[in-house]
């Protein structure tokens, strides 16, 4: 009589254990372990800004050139970045990081982009990079990239970054609300 | 007498869940949470293809230019693209998403190549993008990339893309069959 | 009182297994599961050493050109590589794979890369790619980029690789150490 209850108590434990570790992984996949949200500020090299830009087109398709975006959206053009990340959406609040990598134009028909990014800080709120990949059909009012990895405090991150664009002034300027959830935090 | 075969019981149910979680983990190494097979079709820009060009070149190296491969292999050639990805091995096929990203030709004594794209899906069927990366030894029969990362119906998924050339024709048309095992399923 | 004293048997048990996989956890975070060290050797074309170049600019900005860095601590030049990874760190050691891919340099007033590139295996010691992507301030004595994924030998992989310029000769050779340590091993 005492065993069986002891046996039934037992297993009780053991079940718990058991949905709590399955529990645990269906919020992971809902809740992020930390959210991140951050701007940043791309100008264009167009000829003029050498000064203020931030990026600059050195790949262009036959029918391009390397200060004007090419025709059929901009298809085939590849930009060089080093971008001031901020807190908030002013241009001119003080940089937080930088985003630094490359985009190129991938599609005649509308503007669309494919990302290959980090971001880097080496502030003393955050010290580290987080890296991202992926598409960004531009065109659409928010898009998800992914974070395959981080270093410093953001070590073997993993998640999704959703990106909205904040401002577009004509084809020299644009800003992009970068919203990081991470889903794996070590 | 009761107490020593109850701690054997608990003992034995202790190490069967330990046994399981590692069983779990060894079968996750081997079998696909998700396996996906598509096509992608790649027509490269050569300067008098302009309506049906999926692709260009945007960087080529000092002996290149834009609308021919290079020499050496196709060494330092640059693409952009965006490829339709179809079910079967059918160019006219319907299209139920586009390849999109880049890929280089990155060694001069044979054809080798690196990538970084995505698929993107806005279909009835798939949502979502999967994002890869790696290289593409291309003379190889099958070849294997990473799945780095993936949003909406491939939320957070990694695994293993292998490549196949199912056709090239001269330099301008290429078909590959894209064999894609998730091993991490959220 | 045989129960109880069971029932306590069976709560430390239980909480043992919980704080196991907690330590095993937080060990994972802090310990390599794989880790491994090699050295890769960049060559870059200069107009005058295509016998032994291993890596050329394909991409500049509208200031650059296709042989010589650009200006502005080479800020948009995006280079191509299939650079010999070797054991030590002598150039003339025998390879045992190639390190292929792309780097760009991303930022005008200091030198700072975005590196997305793979080493890739075909020996009895290791057959596979390992995936690499990440900011690269090479000023740093050291910088990490991250591992985002791996085949063959290195089957889904992730982790960490530290990079050392561990010569620089001019501007057409450089050296780097490359310190990998995996955290997620299959």
Known sequence: ?????????????????????FHSRKSRVHKPCKRLVFYFHDIIYNGKNSKNATAAIVGA???????ILANQNHFGDLVVFDDPITLDNDLHSAPIGRAQGIYV????????AWLGFSFVFNSTEHKGSINFAGADPLMNKTRDVSVIGGTGDFFMARGIATLMTDA??????FRLRV???LYECW
Chains 1, 2, 3 share one sequence.
């Open 168 to 173: 577009f002034e004509g084809e020299v300027y």
């Open 179 to 181: 919203d990081i959830q």
């Open 1 to 21: 009589m005492e065993a069986k209850r002891l046996i039934l108590a037992l297993s009780l434990l053991f079940l718990l254990s058991k949905s709590s570790a």
């Open 105 to 112: 134009y991938d599609k005649k028909e509308i503007f669309t």
């Open 61 to 67: 398709p036959a029918w391009g050139n390397k200060t």
